[in-house]
């Protein structure tokens, strides 16, 4: 069955970094469009940001310059290279396999937390 692990999150202060991954089994990974989704109490869910099979990749205008997706199809793997943090980009950050055809799998989450 699909499963999405999502490793990397902590505590880091205004304008740190933190790198996220998430590694995926049990789906044809290339063929997924992969993205990254964050929840901060009492908010909806959003897309932070997305890449394509293709590599082609959309961020959320709050992140636009800062935070940077990549994929490895050789080890199936997703990262978020997060720069400039910024209290508001603390949340709790998902990973998300979507095939576009119906089939869309999350992680469990991983704590993401700016704060001096």
């Known amino acids: 069955q699909a499963q999405l692990v999502e490793s990397g999150g902590g505590l880091v202060q205004p304008g740190g970094s933190l790198r996220l991954s998430c590694a995926a089994s049990g789906i044809i990974f290339s063929v997924y469009t992969m993205g990254w989704y964050r929840q901060a109490p009492g908010k909806q869910r959003e897309l932070v940001a997305h890449i394509s099979e293709y590599s082609n990749t959309n961020y959320a205008d709050s992140v636009k310059g800062r935070f940077t997706i990549s994929r490895d199809n050789a080890k199936n793997t997703v990262s978020l290279l997060m720069n400039s943090l910024k209290p508001e980009d603390t949340a709790v950050y998902y990973c998300?396999?979507?095939?576009?055809?119906?089939?869309?799998?999350w992680g469990q989450g991983t704590q993401v937390t700016v704060s001096s």
């Open positions: 998300n396999a979507d095939n576009l055809h119906g089939y869309t799998y």
